[in-house]
């Protein structure tokens, strides 16, 4: 058998995400979020699913710490609900939805586990998106006094924070395909709201510096790979206008104080124009202390005219899909890690999600869910590849610690390394659980 054995210094970890997991939606003083309108409107999110109950982790966290101890893992990464700790948005902090987290950190710091805090992870608060949302430039503001409030209640005792969770996801997929909340489908607004997420994620990074200067800070932008289907020039095109689209319009301004030119001028070719102020890219681009990786599939694409604004067709034959059809690429995590290495340099990486979807349920007690087992094994020898290549890896954060509400695809899509009942809202261990506590235990895996 072969070993792939990790630096003693490897961080291992588990994440999920408020909207996701908690449930009690309009328990303990919190309000709507836009996910909560979003789920609640018919034909948005599979089967009618919403967030209401979802894991019920609200009621139920202690057993999810009992679970992440028996995992043993070093870091627990979850969010915090902006509109269950700030119903408004802006203003009143709300006890009830502040004691909560409280009561989970005091939990997880007793059996020494790590916080890591998400500050965004898509929940905005419907008020805000009453007032246009993150199109409107006032709730950047908006967002630096909630990261305020948060490091005032909790700095002391977390010193691991995220800005924002998948900006790609939060601007682009929600805002000009539609596919998440708010549901809009119109380009300039999608280009408007991912400029105010990086804007806010910079104004959230300077006020962390003043709060809590002995922590650190990132945040998780998405990352796809997409390798060209052949040498032709166009490929390479198709998949270079997508890869800006996906990884670098939000890693250059942050990393390089710039957007990337060829999107921009894409962009303009379908009347959706930046609108950077002055000081924009400085309060962006300032330094943070890791970047987080959100790694799920890549894929073969080749140039299809009218294949999306990129047109860049995805092909794939060669390898296995998950339960969610996306490509099983394990290759396309190490090519993305070495291409950001050789981009960004230095930069200290958090894998801060990687995972897969497979929908196995429980039998006889047991979930026998290998393929999830066979996943990560590729991908960790990937990242191992990476490390091996001088790659700065810190942690490795699996998506996710429990089955939960995934967006537009509801209940139907479990990513879990622990089953989630919800009827019962019972939690059964995976036989992933298992190999994963194993590998997180011994900091190597036999393939
Ligand atoms: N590219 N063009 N697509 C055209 C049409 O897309 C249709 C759908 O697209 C996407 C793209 C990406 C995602 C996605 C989901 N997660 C998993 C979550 N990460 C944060 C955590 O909360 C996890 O649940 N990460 N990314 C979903 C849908």
Redesign the pocket.
Known sequence: MTTIEFPKSMKWGA?T?AY?IEGAADKGGRAPSIWDTFSHTPGNVKNGDNGDYACDSYHKYEEDVQLLKELGVDVYRFSISWPRVIPQGKGEVNPEGVAYYQRLIDSLLENGIEPMITLY??DLPQTLQDQGGWENRDTVEAFQEYAKAMYEAFGDQVKNWITI??PW?ASF?SNY?G??APGKQDLQAAVDVAHHLLLAHGKAVEAFREMIPDGEIGYAP?A?WLEPFSSAEEDHEACRR?MQW?VEWFMDPVFKGTYPDLLQSIFADNNAYLKVEEGDMETISQPIDFMGI?Y?SGSIARYKEGS?LFEAEPIWVDYDKTDIGWPVYSEGFYKLLTYIHQQYGEVPIYIT?NGACYNHEVENGIVNDQPRIDYLKKHLTALHRAMKSGVPIKGYIL??LLD?F???EGYSKR?GSVHVNYRTFERTKKESYYWYQQTVHNNWFEI
């Open positions: 994440a995400a996701q992870h898509w969770n998948e996801c997929l395909l596919v998440h998405n796809d997508e996906k959100n799920y999306g999600e998506w996710s939960n995934e967006w537009a990513f």
